[in-house]
Structure formats: structure tokens, C-alpha cells
């Protein structure tokens, strides 16, 4: 278990609650005398949420999905006041405060444009959010490459992300607040999303609150569009080449194929025509490249070396000479959800995560003997169903989902393949600076996780100034790997063989279930001149396996792993300055399993 007590003081604002959407509160009052008005009905007019001010003139309207609306408020006597283009922002209080001006002619109306504040005062943690908007004038390719243009997050060389510094397996990985991180690797990201299906993304490289867990570095949060009452729909089309005039150190750089890397990307949304209240969103993403990192056709798998003479060394050149792509991919990204309302308070949200990828990686003693190295293969499979019922000041969501991901490495579907070539093919010992002459890498690799599970959150604005969030959550994960070396040596093995399971080194098999469960309370304190996030978060942890109790005896007995549990408190506390500055800071502990 990791452990991270961290304390951060900065002067610029932003925050880390999540949630299914986010609220809008304000105060109304006379334009003329100042004075509260109660009773006032405000209205968000594109998914009929609405409250009624109180006898301070204060009103509350909570979980409004991401997005930007037109909100509206009428009283008797007054001119309706109408406010265009307010944003609204996952987990994040948007404040519209409202002047109504007594009404001189029948139907008359105030429409204003919302002012977006620099700075968010209700923030507590260091955090970016990227709008859709933002997401289609970027100049990348896929919500990594938005990621990546993030202050604090950087892509390691093998494309792993780190936010502040952190491991890579340190950050944790959201969609519409449900997990999508790999079991397998603790958290790296099991799935990859079209920009185009996404409304916002949410980046916390500071400390976060109670509501999320088993994560030290940070948080990312995406947010998938829903369809609205009009049809929305883009299709874009890339293609090209790599180009370098270092031929010295990239084969076959110079040579121009514009069909070598083609990407195709598009997104529908809207209302299901036969269903009155349903609506849909779908998108998709296909890749196709040869990459840039060639290898050269020198020698074929089965060719023949012998260096057991040191001035005389045997070496056979049986390929064609021609370029091979080392690092092609083929990747296939497919996301559908399903919206429908009951009423204007009960949603019910279906939603289906396909991610799919085909790829080598490129191994540079094999760069003349490109046909000898591995394959591939990813794909991953995400259901889950969420139900959301609003109340007068309160509401709650239902989650449940499943998540299958499959990874596999090897040169040939089949251990037993006749194409894999005996390793008395190369005889004698080659010089560890040489390449390899010929001769396939035998590792045979899978690995799939299952996890099912549930959370259950309630959020509750009992007062103007408290909003408490209460939740729980449980997670079963199935884990099973197999992972073996084919033996095939001509003699002892005279065809490609399997060793047996855990009774040889070079087999090692594993299947085991782990549950995770937590459950967390938070309060959300606003005042006009201190904002504070607290909490507190329980985590428990049962890994059901046992380990090598004296690694000097590893067949001796093994010790049944113990149960683990945490108690995470956080805090976090905005001191708003100006409209231009905040000061702020946050104290927690954050444990990851």
C-alpha cells in the first residue's frame, strides 16, 4: 500500500469535487430597491430543471449535466430575466445572481449573455477543465493528445502519462464517474475515447476529494455528451506519412506514403425518433498505420547461424531486403449511450466503451530479422447503467458496471505453431552487440481482468450553505494471466511445447479475485469569503491470496494475504481575493492499493 500526505498553498484556483453534473445557485433580487424576492421560479430550459427562490431570495438548482444553457426566472409584475450561454461545469457551483426589474410592458424580457468568471471561487485544489468547444480547436488527434496539453501531465517515452511528477499507475481514470483504470497495472487507462463524443475533461493534479480513492497523483474525468433535441453529427478523415531526412537512423524514413497512416473519426447525436424522451450519442474512431520505425529483411525466421568458431562464423541471408514496419497499429475506438427521461427529475443513462488495438513494438536487435518479433492484441469491452433521481433539494445516482479487458503477446496464436523456429537454429554464442541473425521470439502472454461492480451516491443541499455528499461503492475484480516460454530445442524438445503450469519456471499461471469496497462523507461549505471541501473516506481492500512465507524456501508454506483498511480524511479551503485571484490550500491522505 502507498501512502501521499501532501499540503498545498497556491494563489490560483481550481477544483477537484466531481459529480454526475454540476449547480447553479444565486441570490434575485429588485432591481431598484435591492431587495430579496421569494418565490421566484428559475428555470435551466433545456432539460426543465427549475427551483423557487426562498424568502432570502436565494435558489439551488442541483445535478445539471455538463454543458452551456439558457436559464430563465419569472415572477408576477416583473419582466422575465433570461441568461444565455451559462456554463456549467462538472462537480463546480456556477453563481448567477439576478436583478428583476418591475415589468412597464406586458411580455417583456431582459436577455442577457453569462460572464464567465477568471477564476472559479468555489475551488479548492489545483485542476483544468476542457470544453468540447475547446477539445475541436485543438490541434490533436485523440483526448491523449488533449491530456497532454495540460500544465503538470507529460507522456513518457513509452507513451505512459504522469501528472506532477508521479508514476504513471498513480493517476486514476474516469468516464461519467465510473472508473475505467486496469486492474492489471493498478490504474492505467483501459480504454480510449473519441474526442468528438466527449462534452468535458476534467484534469485534478492536486489533492481531490473523499468522493474519489486509490489514487495519488491526480484525477482525470471524462464526461460523454448526451443528445439533444437536435441532430449534431461531424466526420473527419486523415491521412499521411512520416518524413525525416535522418536516413542514417530511421530506415526507409524518406520514402512518402500518403495512404501509410489513415485515421477515420466521427460522432452522431440527437433524439431517438420512435422514443419521445430518448436520446443518443455514438462515435467512433479508426487508425491504421504503418508507423515510422522500419526493420530490414535480411534474415528470415528460420535462418541458419554458427558462431561456435571465432574466426569463422556462419551466417545465412535468406530474407528479401525489403523494408518491414516495426511498429504498425491498428486501433478501433466505438462509444454508444442512450439517455432517457422519465421525467424531467429520473434519467436512466445506458452506455457502451469498445477499444480495440492490433500493434508490434519495435525491438531493435530484430530490426534485420523483423519477422521474429511479437504481436499484440488489446481490446476491452465497458457496460454500465446509471440511474439519477432529482428531489426538491437532493438526489442520488445508481451505478452499476462491468468491464472486460484482454491482452495478448505472441508471435503466433497457437504455441504449438510449426513456424516457430527451434533455438538450435543459432548455434554458439554471438557477440551481445550483434543483431539477432534469425530465430523467433517464444513467449506466449495473456492476460484478462473482469470487474464488476456498483457505487450508490446521494448529494443533499441542506442548507444554502452546505451541500453533503454521502456514497458507497464495491468492486469484485477476476484476474487470471498466463504467461509462458515455448520449449523447443530440437532434442529435448524436438516440437514447440508448453511446459506445465507452475511446475516449471518457465509456465507461470494466476487466477484470483479481489474486492475492493469504500464509502465516504463530504461537505461542501460556501460562504461568500471562504469556501471549504471536507471529508473523510474508508477503503478496504480483500486480495483472497496468499505469498511465500521464506523466499529462501519458495515451496514451503505460504501465508494468506491479509485484509487491508484506510481512513483518508481530506480538507480543502478557498480564501476568494479578487475576481482575479484566490488563495487557496488542501491537506489529505491518499492511499493507493
Not at 428559475?42 to 449535466?65: C, F, K, P, R, T
Not at 485523440?142 to 497532454?148: A, H, Q, Y
Not at 530490414?296 to 525489403?322: M, Q
Not at 433539494?393 to 479487458?405: C, D, I, K, L
Request: charged share 20%; proline share 4%; glycine share 8%.
Amino acid at each position: 500500500v502507498l501512502q501521499k500526505r501532501s499540503l498545498f498553498m497556491v494563489l490560483f484556483s481550481v477544483s477537484c469535487l466531481f459529480g454526475a453534473g454540476g449547480k447553479i445557485a444565486g441570490r434575485i433580487t429588485d432591481k431598484d430597491t435591492g431587495e430579496p424576492l421569494s418565490g421566484v421560479n428559475v428555470i435551466v430550459e433545456e432539460v426543465l430543471l427549475g427551483a423557487a427562490s426562498d424568502g432570502n431570495g436565494e435558489y439551488v438548482i442541483l445535478n445539471v449535466q455538463t454543458g452551456d444553457y439558457t436559464l430563465s426566472a419569472s415572477y408576477i409584475g416583473y419582466s422575465k430575466y433570461v441568461v444565455k450561454e451559462l456554463r456549467v461545469n462538472l462537480g463546480q457551483t456556477t453563481s448567477q445572481d439576478i436583478q428583476l426589474a418591475q415589468e412597464v410592458i406586458e411580455g417583456e424580457e431582459v436577455v442577457v449573455v453569462a460572464e464567465r468568471p477568471l477564476v472559479r471561487k468555489d475551488l479548492t485544489a489545483s485542476q483544468k477543465i476542457t470544453t468540447s468547444d475547446e477539445i475541436k480547436n485543438m490541434p490533436v488527434e485523440s483526448f491523449l493528445g488533449v491530456l497532454t496539453t495540460q500544465a503538470g501531465v507529460n507522456q513518457g517515452a513509452g507513451g505512459e502519462i504522469h501528472i506532477r511528477g508521479g508514476r504513471s499507475n498513480e493517476v486514476g481514470y474516469y468516464i461519467d464517474g465510473v472508473s475505467v483504470s486496469n486492474p492489471f497495472f493498478t490504474n492505467s487507462l483501459a480504454v480510449n475515447v473519441s474526442n468528438k463524443a466527449l462534452e468535458e475533461m476534467k484534469v485534478v493534479s492536486g489533492a481531490f476529494n473523499a468522493e474519489y480513492g486509490n489514487a495519488m497523483s491526480g484525477i482525470v474525468n471524462l464526461q460523454i455528451k448526451e443528445g439533444g433535441p437536435d441532430y449534431h453529427g461531424s466526420l473527419s478523415v486523415n491521412s499521411g506519412d512520416y518524413f525525416s531526412d535522418a536516413t542514417d537512423i530511421f530506415l526507409n524514413i524518406d520514402d512518402i506514403n500518403y495512404k501509410a497512416n489513415q485515421i477515420i473519426d466521427g460522432s452522431l447525436n440527437g433524439p431517438v425518433p420512435i422514443l419521445s424522451g430518448m436520446t443518443f450519442n455514438v462515435s467512433g474512431r479508426y487508425s491504421d498505420g504503418k508507423g515510422y520505425l522500419y526493420g530490414r529483411r535480411e534474415h528470415n525466421p528460420d535462418d541458419f547461424a554458427d558462431f561456435r568458431v571465432s574466426d569463422y562464423w556462419v551466417i545465412e541471408l535468406g530474407g528479401d531486403n525489403e523494408y518491414v514496419p516495426m511498429n504498425p497499429s491498428h486501433k478501433l475506438n466505438l462509444l454508444s449511450k442512450l439517455t432517457y427521461r422519465f421525467t424531467p427529475k429520473i434519467k436512466l443513462s445506458a452506455q457502451l466503451l469498445h477499444d480495440r488495438r492490433d500493434w508490434k513494438s519495435y525491438t531493435h536487435a530484430y530490426k534485420y530479422n523483423p519477422d521474429g518479433t511479437y504481436n499484440h492484441y488489446t481490446q476491452n469491452y465497458n457496460y454500465s447503467l446509471k440511474l439519477t433521481q432529482a428531489f426538491s433539494r437532493s438526489y442520488y445516482e445508481a451505478n452499476v458496471f462491468n468491464s472486460t479487458t484482454d491482452f495478448k503477446q505472441y508471435l503466433y496464436e497457437d504455441p504449438t505453431d510449426e513456424r516457430y523456429v527451434s533455438t538450435n537454429w543459432i548455434l554458439g554464442s554471438p557477440p551481445s552487440t550483434t543483431f539477432v541473425f534469425g530465430g523467433t521470439q517464444m513467449g506466449h502472454y495473456s492476460r484478462e481482468s473482469i470487474s464488476q461492480g456498483g457505487k450508490l451516491d446521494f448529494t443533499s443541499q441542506i442548507t444554502n450553505k452546505h451541500e453533503v455528499k454521502i456514497g458507497a461503492s464495491a468492486r469484485m475484480d477476476n484476474l487470471e494471466e498466463d504467461n509462458f516460454t515455448i520449449l523447443y530445442n530440437g532434442f529435448e524438445y524436438p516440437e514447440p511445447t508448453v511446459p506445465p503450469a507452475n511446475e516449471s519456471p518457465s509456465h507461470n499461471y494466476y487466477n484470483k479475485q479481489a474486492l475492493f469496497a469504500s464509502s465516504y462523507v463530504q461537505d461542501k461549505i460556501e460562504y461568500p469569503d471562504m469556501i471549504v471541501n471536507v471529508g473523510v473516506r474508508y477503503d478496504f481492500f480483500d486480495p483472497d491470496d496468499d505469498y511465500i512465507a521464506d523466499l529462501l524456501n519458495p515451496e514451503d508454506e505460504r501465508i494468506p494475504a491479509s485484509k487491508k483498511s484506510m481512513v483518508s480524511p481530506r480538507l480543502g479551503v478557498s480564501f476568494p481575493i479578487t475576481d482575479e485571484g484566490i488563495l487557496h490550500f488542501s491537506y489529505g491522505h491518499f492511499y493507493q492499493l
